[in-house]
T-cell receptor, first 116, second 108 residues
Framework: DTGVSQNPRHKITKRGQNVTFRCDPISEHNRLYWYRQTLGQGPEFLTYFQNEAQLEKSRLLSDRFSAERPKGSFSTLEIQRTEQGDSAMYLC??????????????FGSGTQLSVL | EDKVVQSPLSLVVHEGDTVTLNCSYEVTNFRSLLWYKQEKKAPTFLFMLTSSGIEKKSGRLSSILDKKELFSILNITATQTGDSAIYLCAVGRGKLIFGQGTELSVKP
């Protein structure tokens, strides 16, 4: 069990560029979540997958955001035409659905995005 | 709209002090309340509470839930500098709604 892994750790980009982040969950976990966290706030839910199916998306997730989990293992989060307001920490978490287990999320260290 | 409110937002104490962090919530279809500790980047799991009045304990940390009054507290006794972190409260099932966090600073 190597934990949830996210890459890159930091990303600096210019406004208008596209960025993609990757998340590798704990291997046996079937659920994967994306959250966004800004300074002084708790994480905000963006979207989640059960296996390869994207089951829910937050209203926070504009059309410029897209997430995939093509084989039910790793996931990518892409932001197109980045804006300065997208600057945040993007956290990935995973869990194993089961009796009482699906609320306990294990988080990665996040990708810190800075849009200049 | 579902919401979770934590207080205080920040707290400075000295080593050896005891602290109590508060979390109140208003959510539909309550399932569980969770506490996380966030030091650098990744929030790490502390407790999950589902039943009222049953204290969960881990070393110097303990937590309890009151489902009638819709709140939870996290206690830390004999604080150490290593307890300095942001403590996050969250409610939900899988998809969690987080509070703003309480930033705890423990001075030597």
């Amino acid at each position: 069990d190597t934990g949830v892994s996210q890459n890159p750790r930091h990303k600096i980009t210019k406004r208008g560029q596209n960025v993609t982040f990757r998340c590798d969950p704990i291997s046996e976990h079937n659920r994967l979540y994306w959250y966004r966290q800004t300074l002084g706030q708790g994480p905000e839910f963006l979207t989640y997958f059960q296996n390869e199916a994207q089951l829910e998306k937050s209203r926070l997730l504009s059309d410029r955001f897209s997430a995939e989990r093509p084989k039910g293992s790793f996931s990518t989060l892409e932001i197109q035409r980045t804006e300065q307001g997208d600057s945040a920490m993007y956290l990935c978490a995973s869990s194993l659905e089961g009796q009482g287990n699906n609320e306990k999320l294990f988080f990665g260290s996040g990708t810190q995005l800075s849009v200049l | 709209e579902d919401k979770v409110v934590q207080s205080p937002l920040s707290l400075v104490v000295h080593e050896g002090d005891t602290v109590t962090l508060n979390c109140s919530y208003e959510v539909t279809n309550f399932r569980s309340l969770l506490w996380y500790k966030q030091e650098k980047k990744a929030p790490t799991f502390l407790f999950m509470l589902t039943s009222s009045g049953i204290e969960k304990k881990s070393g110097r940390l303990s937590s309890i839930l009151d489902k009638k009054e819709l709140f939870s507290i996290l206690n830390i006794t004999a604080t150490q500098t290593g307890d300095s972190a942001i403590y996050l409260c969250a409610v939900g099932r899988g998809k969690l709604i987080f509070g703003q966090g309480t930033e705890l600073s423990v001075k030597p």
